[in-house]
């Protein structure tokens, strides 16, 4: 069996049931300024960072406040589910206690803004279990590069042949893979469409993390 030192986990939808909130989050700002969103919006945001979809709505939807303004606006929006009704995915806490029995050593890489990401980690109990937290605004970088993953990696003392990355996203699972690290894909709804795709794509493919054994 395959030896790892390191687990990389994605948060929303392979940690936490809340990809719905990033769903309807960038229509809701826009129609919020008096904006309509194109129909392929959604689709479009899903691979970036936030500071690349502020960047988008500055460009293609004329928005004049400045990023961190724009993002000042995602996080209203987003922050009030996050702080009462985002949950744990099944399997996940039983998960992270057997990975750290096992002496890996474990990091958060994720898209959402670090302070949604540590604010949710701590309210649901599990942030202990995490040496580190890398977010796409810390490197600069979306889910379509994968160098949210090198950090999280480097910061963990891991090489890529000795992580495994945990992710549900297709755009996610193309880029953890295309750079060699061993992928768990975990099912989640919203990406329900894109399934077939990321079953191909990953060393290991998942309904749920319920019972999960490297």
């Known amino acids: 069996m395959k030896r790892f030192k390191g687990a990389i986990f994605d948060m929303d939808g392979t940690l936490t049931d809340s990809m719905y909130i990033w769903d309807t989050t960038g229509i809701t700002y826009l129609k919020q300024q008096g904006k309509v969103p194109k129909p392929d919006l959604k689709k479009r945001l899903r691979p970036l960072s936030l500071v690349q979809a502020a960047e988008l709505f500055q460009e293609e939807y004329g928005i004049t406040q400045q990023i961190d303004e ?25 998960l992270l206690k057997r990975l750290k029995e096992e002496e890996l050593v474990l990091s958060v890489a994720s898209s959402s803004p670090r302070d949604i990401v540590t604010m949710v980690l701590d309210r649901l109990s599990v942030s202990g279990y995490f040496s580190h937290v890398v977010t796409c605004g810390d490197v600069g970088r979306g889910k379509d590069h994968p160098l949210v993953y090198d950090r999280a990696a480097e910061l ?59």
Request: proline content about 1%; hydrophobic content about 35%; glycine content about 8%.
């Open 70 to 94: 724009i993002l000042q606006g995602f996080n209203r929006i987003v922050e009030e589910e996050y702080r009462t009704n985002v949950t744990l995915k099944p399997g996940v806490r039983d």
């Open 156 to 214: 963990m003392g891991t090489s890529r042949d000795s992580t495994v990355i945990f992710e549900d996203a297709l755009h996610a699972v193309k880029t953890a893979a295309a750079a060699g690290y061993y992928v768990v894909g975990v099912y989640d709804q919203s990406e329900g469409i894109n399934e077939d795709q990321i079953k191909a794509l990953c060393s290991r493919y998942v309904k749920t993390l319920d019972g999960f054994r490297l």
